[in-house]
């Protein structure tokens, strides 16, 4: 998505969210009934731009749904993914936005931390910093690389202020599936601004474990884009993901 201007103070109400991904990414409705043609129709346009890439044109259909149907599941407002299947090794990420009301997971259990999805306990923690905070908890290292770990932070993100951050390797459980696969994940938890009590949850996930760092540093690139819009931003300021 593109946008050319920053968020004003935050005095009209937040009328939805936006984030910026590299040119390389994917960006495509992931609604059920439009995500087929969607999908066909930006992968069209990148083997247009792209012909190296038309031997790869049903793998990226079918890789780009299957993470895209995940997305749905989870019950996100946007998605953006990576599918660079051009190597031996291919290449897959995603970033995705949900927002969490107040009182989800009220109880401050969790529903896995899986990407775009369930934010641990950090739901019912509302717009507090503090409190979303407090209910991330951090997993010490395993002996090897690949094992879990999970680390916390602050983040400052320069168009939407302080938020609550919680990244590593974690197991997600898959959306109506026993399974779980490891990744590496960042999820930043960004309080609503005006006493509203929302939390924006900003999600980076992909399977690469042995590109752990360099990934968590590419989501943190892309979640420093991340802003509010504001009912009375100028619409020809760029595109947002409506939040009612």
């Known amino acids: 998505m593109t946008v050319s201007s920053s968020a004003p103070s935050g005095t009209s109400p937040v009328r939805g969210v936006n984030i910026l991904v590299p040119s390389s990414w994917y960006e495509f409705d992931i609604h059920p009934a439009t995500r087929d043609a969607s999908i066909r129709e930006v992968v069209r346009e990148r083997v247009r731009e792209r012909p190296e890439l038309a031997d790869s044109r049903t793998a990226l259909i079918r890789t780009l749904t ?39 997971r009220a109880d401050g259990t969790a529903d896995g931390d899986r990407p775009g ?16 905070v407090a209910a991330l908890k951090p997993v010490a290292a395993g002996r090897r690389p690949t094992d879990p770990w999970r680390r916390i932070k602050l983040a400052e993100l320069p168009d939407a202020g302080s938020a609550a951050r919680s990244e590593g390797i974690d197991d997600i459980e898959l ?11 960042m999820q930043t938890f960004v309080p609503f601004p005006g006493g509203d009590p929302r939390v924006a949850v900003i999600s980076g996930a992909t399977s690469q474990l042995a590109l752990a760092e360099p990934m968590l540093e590419l989501f943190d690139g892309i979640t420093e884009t ?18 009612s």
């Open 226 to 243: 991340f802003r509010f819009v504001y009912a009375d931003d100028d619409p020809s300021a760029g595109s947002a993901e409506r939040v």
């Open 175 to 185: 959306p109506d599936d026993d399974r779980t696969v490891r990744m590496v994940l």
């Open 117 to 132: 999805g369930g934010a641990g306990g950090a739901g019912g923690a509302g717009g507090n910093l503090a409190a979303l």
């Open 66 to 104: 299957r993470t895209a149907d995940e997305a749905w599941q989870t019950g996100v407002l946007y998605f953006g993914a990576l599918a660079d299947l051009s190597d031996e090794a291919p290449l897959t990420a995603s970033v995705t936005i949900a927002v969490l009301e107040a009182d989800d």
